[in-house]
């Protein structure tokens, strides 16, 4: 209240949610959705990138995989879970999340830095 009275919700101003922010928690929940706490040692943590605006927020997402595997439903796991944990914690709409798979890890050469498996 305002000398007496309410202030109506168009004057009390709002709140901004920087947009590195949205992609700490894009990047965490991407990080959630591949099933680990922390990634192995051999594996870059998720980097997300997001633009935010009018209330939505999309998502570009830097993944790294373990293979073989099924690469879409990891990826379709990864989008769901971001747009379902940015949607929550920050009240914004999530009309798109691009994923990049960056590199597959191959069980059979296991940590061979640079080496191409054919």
């Known amino acids: ?6 202030v109506v919700p168009a004057e009390r101003g ?3 949610i920087a947009d590195r922010v949205v992609a ?3 990047s965490r929940a991407a990080l959630e959705a591949l099933g680990a706490t922390a990634p192995p040692e051999e594996h870059e943590p998720p980097r997300a990138s ?3 605006h009018d209330g939505s927020a999309r998502v570009r997402v830097l993944i790294e995989l373990d ?3 099924d690469i879409g439903a990891r ?3 990864v989008r769901e879970r971001i747009a379902e944990r940015v949607g929550e914690l920050t009240g914004m709409e999530v009309p798109e999340v691009i994923i ?3 590199r597959l890890h191959s069980a059979h050469t296991g940590r061979l830095s640079g080496v191409r498996v054919r």
């Open 1 to 6: 209240m305002r000398g007496g009275r309410a």
């Open 14 to 16: 709002a709140t901004r």
């Open 24 to 26: 700490k928690i894009a």
């Open 50 to 52: 997001v633009v935010v």
């Open 67 to 69: 293979y073989p595997a």
């Open 75 to 77: 990826c379709r796991a």
């Open 100 to 102: 990049t798979v960056e």
